[in-house]
């Protein structure tokens, strides 16, 4: 990932301010867009490079705002807040921010995932199929990224990415077609 030139450090794809008071004001600064995202369209994450001294001046608008909330005078805060982000539109934010954001945030809540999809999928095409049926049928197709495995480990199905949530054990796949089969029969 890349450097930013923010008091912060990325772990595992997070950002986390090193600065109290600089997460603090990330945390208070949620007016069109957040902080984080500003942070991000600076150091060229949104894929806009912006000349230096734009950098320099965006920079340092962000700098003014910190110390403004340092001071605890609020409503100075928010003025440089205002024009930060401001300043930022004009030097081609909006579009780059929300597109960062849309993407950032992953599949919203209580979504099926690709592999609930394909049983779904399958079992509204056969409804009497069982579940080792079910299996060797995702084992033929799998949804794109993912793949089927049955080895000493057991038998498994892992996804594109590793992390929680992006594997799925045979006695989970067996739930979860249990569970598509009482949606589907009501």
């Excluded at 909006?94 to 049983?119: C, E, M, Q, S, Y």
Aim: with cysteine; aromatic share 6%; glycine share 8%.
């Amino acid at each position: 990932m890349a450097e930013s030139r923010a008091n912060r450090t990325n772990e595992n794809g997070v950002w986390r301010y090193l600065d109290q008071s600089d997460a603090e004001l990330v945390c208070l600064s949620h007016f069109d867009y957040p902080i984080e995202a500003v942070d991000d369209f600076i150091d060229g994450l949104h894929g806009v490079t912006l000349p230096e001294e734009t950098i320099v001046l965006l920079r340092g608008m962000r700098h003014d705002a910190l110390q403004a909330y340092i001071g605890k005078n609020i409503a100075l805060m928010e003025a440089h807040l205002r024009g930060l982000h401001m300043a930022c539109r004009a030097a081609g934010m909006l579009d780059a921010a929300r597109i960062g954001v849309k993407f950032k945030r992953g599949r919203k809540p209580n979504t099926p995932g690709p592999v609930r999809k394909a049983i779904a999928k399958l079992l509204a095409k056969s409804p009497e199929l069982k579940n080792p049926d079910l299996w060797k049928a995702i084992e033929a197709k799998p949804p794109r990224g993912w793949q089927v495995f049955d080895n000493r480990v057991g038998r498994y199905i892992e996804g594109p990415k590793a992390g929680p949530h992006m594997n799925m054990s045979y006695a989970r796949f067996c739930t979860v077609a249990s569970e598509e089969r009482k949606k589907r029969n009501g």
